[in-house]
């Protein structure tokens, strides 16, 4: 049974950081690509960031690009999500999911099969 722990949410002040981190078991963790998705209240679920099998190949939302960055390590089966310069439209529920999609890089949630269960983040202003 494949499992996705999220953890590293908080609270933190506008323009301040955080690392989430996601461990995964159950599946052969370096053969899959990861993403990370958030949903705030009462919107959809949305892509954040992506990052290949290998972690060579990384790709953001717009809304995200240049403040957050995604890694992997493979000998831990953890992907990372470092968030710095948060805003308070970053609010959110953020999840991890893993992929074995060849375009999940489209972050379409239907290429993910697997997802964490979420870890808050709250951004005050």
């Known amino acids: 049974q494949v499992q996705l722990v999220e953890s590293g949410g908080g609270l933190v002040q506008a323009g301040g950081s955080l690392r989430l981190s996601c461990t995964a078991s159950?599946?052969?963790?370096?053969?899959?690509?990861m993403g990370w998705f958030r949903q705030a209240p009462g919107k959809e679920r949305e892509f954040v960031a992506a990052?290949?099998?290998?972690?060579?190949?990384?790709f953001y939302a717009d809304s995200v690009k240049g403040r957050f960055t995604i890694s992997r390590d493979n000998a831990k089966n953890t992907v990372y999500l470092q968030m710095n310069g948060l805003k308070p439209e970053d609010t959110a529920v953020y999840y991890c999911a893993t992929s074995g999609a060849s375009n999940y890089y489209t972050g379409s949630r239907d290429k993910y099969d697997y997802w964490g269960q979420g870890t808050q983040v709250t951004v005050s202003s």
């Open positions: 990052i290949s099998v290998s972690g060579a190949t990384t």
């Open positions: 159950g599946r052969t963790f370096s053969r899959y690509a």
